[in-house]
Structures are given as C-alpha cells and as structure tokens.
DNA sequence: TGTACATCAGTGAACGCGCGTTCACTGATGTAC
DNA sequence: TGTACATCAGTGAACGCGCGTTCACTGATGTAC
C-alpha cells in the first residue's frame, strides 16, 4: 500500500497498489516506501494545480516528509517527475491493451476501444497527459520515456495492420495508424478543454472514434 | 515599427509591423511603443525557454527597461502572456485565410491548406501554440480568445459546409469539421516533437493533409 | 515664438516569498557474533 | 538470546536566487497662453 501522510490523518490511495515488485514493511519504519509516496503525491499535485504548479516543496508537505527527504531517493526536481511520468506510461499502457479485451481481432472497434481509452486516460490525468508530450517545456527528455511511448504506439499499429489484412508493420500501415493516432490525440487535447470541447456540439465520443477508425481504415 | 532594445543595440524585429494601428513616434520618446516592444519580448522568451521559462524580470531585460515599466501597459504578467497570445491567435488566423488563396470555392484542396497552415504555425511558433491551448495551467481563461478561437474554426466550418454541399452549418458540417480540427491538432503537436514525429515514418505532409480531408469528406 | 504647466511613461531601489538544493546530524533498523 | 556495530532513510536549519509587484520619483514631451 502507498501511504500518504499529512500531519493529522493518513489517507490510504484509492488506486490499487502500483509500485508493489518490492514488498513494503508493514510497520512504520521510516516511511514505508517513501519513493512511491512522492511520486503519487506529484501525481497528485500536477492534477491540481497543473503542469508547472507542482514544487518539491508542496510534494514533501503533502507526503508529510521533509524537503531534503526527496533527495534520498531522486537525483532532483525533474527525476521526480521523470518518475512519475514514466509510471503514467505504464499505467496507460495497460489500461489501453485491457480496453481490448473480448472485441474480436480484425475489427475497427478495437481502434476504436484503444482510442477511447486513449482520451479517457486523457481526461481522468490531464496533468500527467500534458507533461507526456510537453515537447521542449521542462527537461523532460529520457530515452526511456521514448521507448515507452513506441511500446504504447506498437499496439496501435498491430491492430491496424490487421484490419487492413497485413501481417506486419508497412509503411501504409504505419501511416494510417499515425493518422489515428494524431485523430485521437488532438480530440484528447481538445476534450479536455471544455471551451475548446463546446465547438465540436453534440458530440457522442464512440460514435465519433468508430467513424473515423472506419474512414482511416477503408479502401 | 517594433523596436527591441538591449543596452547596446536596436534590433528592428523581421516580421513586419504588426501593432502599427497607432502610429509610432519617429522621435527616440520614451521607448517608442513599449507595449508592443514587452510583447515582443515575451513571444520570443515563450519560444526560447518554453511557455513557463517566461518571466516579466526577462523580457524587460530584452526590451531594455526597468522591470517595473511593463505596468505602466499591463495590470500583472497574466494579462502581458495574455496580449501576447492574442496577437499570435490573429496572425494565425490571417495566416489560414491567407492560404486559401487562389484555391477553388469547395475543394478538399482548401482544408489542405487550411490544415497545412495550422501546423505550420505550430511548428514556427510552439510556444505560443501551445499556450493558446494551456488548458488549466495559467490563468489563460479569456472570453476574448474563446471568441477567436470560435472565428478560426469558422473558416473551416464554412470550407467544410462547401466541400460536403450544404449551405449552412448543419450538425454534421460541424462534426466533420471538428474531426478535421482534431487530426490537424494533434498533429500538430506530433510533428512539434522530433521524438513523436518519428513514430510516423516518412511522413508526406501534403499528402497526409489531403488524404485526410478526402476520407473526412467522402460519402 | 517663448514660457509655464500638466501629463504620464519609465526609473531604480526595495519588499516579501517560495523555490531547489546542501549539510551535518540522528535514530530506527538489520545483522554479525 | 543479547550486544555492538554498520547502514542509511529522514531531519531541520540554512543558503542563495530569481521572481512579481510596489513605491515615490524624474524628466521628456505636448499644450495652453
């Protein structure tokens, strides 16, 4: 379990146990596993107060630490959130492979599952989203995050390669998929923004992946 | 004209005059038009340092000013990025009109452009670009870019309205508008990243645009 | 044309603040004997 | 089982820094006479 610690109460996380490869100390030792509690505790802030809002100083203060704490366990400020990113990754990752779960193979509804997935991620983390792809923004720039992102991406061309009958990655695969993926991209960017989001008027979000995953798909 | 001025040089900014409504004293007055000099200042500190990197203490540096002047022109630094972004939103709708040009009345070959424009001025101007998309993150919340954002996507509505023979702006015209919306957005922010833009291959920008719009269009 | 005055854009010094990071330290734990 | 010791996660105080904003001011300009 991670343990978030404020001065008065301990919050237990309502999401199930991420960082659990190492057992935690069930007694309270220390902290438990004070690396996990920061990383969620930065989750948390750049939910709330966005992006650029987070400081190691709030995320030691809602971890119940001190601000020296942190650097037993991260280099600095950006390997924290480097960390916490790269955890987002995973997360996304797998709930987009689970999204496809009992849809037959071939068919555009899984484009469309992974799509919806997609934006839900989207929607449910936009902090953590934006911070994914801030381009040049912070110094966020790890090969790892690289190769997570091409992992998550593979997935996507999979599917299209067998809805349009190829048994591997074409070039023509690789372009159609590229075109959902920038499709579903932008419209995560877009959801999130309720202004932004009003322009599309009635929008009914299955219907809306589907079509596009059929026209992308056809010929 | 737009003068930037550091302590041993005037540098005569390449875009041409874009504040030019008033006209300019010729004499050396003051700074000549400093609110358009701080605003200068600050697009080109969004697009050196990224959107956050951006700080009053900076661009008064660059203008060549004391760091208390820009409140002579501006209640805080909110509303100094928020001019900013407000004149980016302007070019880069002229910028789309302009593209039009030349190009027949309902022809897929107008929303090419259109989007081709789009994500050329993502790609010149990525810091702005992605500020006028922040989401949460400032205070960036104006009715006033709403409004300009709503006129942009017009254009592409009565283009879309024209291409799919309908003389106005039904539902439909809007959800494939707004599908193209999408796609062009997030690839906007693809091929920002050198990272992400890989994933796509060899990419044929025009093509990619046209294939688009037709597949968007048909039916 | 010359002078007195009002205007107001820009100055320069200062403020309080929160930040990321460091340092020598402490004290709970695991382990070797 | 009991003791001495090594380990190392977390402490608390301090640092230097750049930030956004304020303040009383100054001095170049435009204007009324």
């Not at 993926?181 to 299955?206: C, P, Q, T, Y």
Request: aromatic share 8%; charged share 30%; proline share 5%.
């Amino acid at each position: 379990m991670v343990w978030i610690m404020t001065k008065d109460e301990k919050i237990l996380t309502p999401e199930q146990d991420r960082a659990s490869d190492k057992p935690l100390r069930k007694s309270g030792y220390h902290h438990g596993d004070l690396r996990a509690g920061l990383i969620e505790a930065t989750r948390r802030l750049v939910e709330e107060k966005g992006p650029d809002g987070f400081s190691v100083t709030d995320a030691c203060r809602l971890a119940g630490v001190s601000t020296a704490a942190p650097y037993k366990h991260f280099k600095d400020k950006s390997e924290m959130v480097l960390a916490m990113v790269m955890e987002g990754m995973e997360r996304h990752r797998a709930d987009m492979v689970a999204s496809l779960d009992g849809i037959p193979p071939g068919s555009p509804l899984r484009l469309q599952a992974l799509g919806k997935e997609y934006v839900a991620f989207a929607l449910r983390e936009p902090g953590v989203f934006r911070l994914k792809f801030g381009g040049f923004t912070d110094g966020l720039d790890d090969p790892a995050l690289q190769a997570a992102g091409e992992r998550t991406f593979g997935i996507v061309l999979n599917e299209v390669a067998q809805c349009i009958g190829e048994t591997e990655i074409t070039p023509e695969v690789r372009r159609r998929g590229f075109m959902l993926w920038s499709f579903v991209h932008g419209l995560s960017f877009i959801m999130d923004d309720e202004r932004l989001k009003e322009m599309g008027g009635e929008i009914n979000l299955d219907f809306l992946l589907g079509d596009m995953a059929r026209r992308v798909l056809s010929d």
